[in-house]
Each structure stands twice: as structure tokens, then as C-alpha cells.
């Protein structure tokens, strides 16, 4: 079980959606999105669609250091 211990910082909007889900006893559907991934129309499409139905969003931006994607 997950506890949560009160903090004097205001409540962040990750804080808000895990509150909501919690309180209707569901899990909180977060989805990660590499933005303009194959192209940037179906990546617009995407999180259009996503949007409707996600609690929380990330969006990622493609960069070409291969460095970033952590070890082969």
C-alpha cells in the first residue's frame, strides 16, 4: 500500500489526478508520447485521441543523441 504523507507544497496536477483516481477506486491510466513519432500529423492525431481518455500525458521529444536512449 502506497501511504502519503502531507506536504506544506501545493498540490501538483500528477498529485490531483492520483487523488481522483484514487478516491473512485480505479487506477490512474498514464501514457507516454514521443512526439512527432512516425510524423508529426499522427503524432497530433494521437494525442487528440489519447487525450480523451488519459489521466496523465507524457510527451517526449526525439533527439538524436543516441546516448539518450540508455545502453544497447
Excluded at 498540490?11 to 512516425?38: I, N
Aim: proline letters at 10%; aromatic letters at 2%.
Amino acid at each position: 500500500m502506497i501511504t502519503h504523507t502531507p506536504s506544506s507544497r501545493p498540490a501538483s496536477h500528477l498529485d490531483r489526478v492520483l487523488a481522483a483516481s484514487h478516491a473512485e477506486a480505479r487506477a490512474a491510466l498514464g501514457l507516454y508520447l514521443p512526439l512527432g513519432c512516425p510524423t508529426r500529423a499522427a503524432s497530433l492525431d494521437a494525442l487528440h485521441l489519447i487525450g480523451q481518455s488519459a489521466d496523465g500525458l507524457e510527451i517526449g521529444a526525439p533527439h538524436t543523441a543516441p546516448v539518450l536512449d540508455g545502453q544497447p
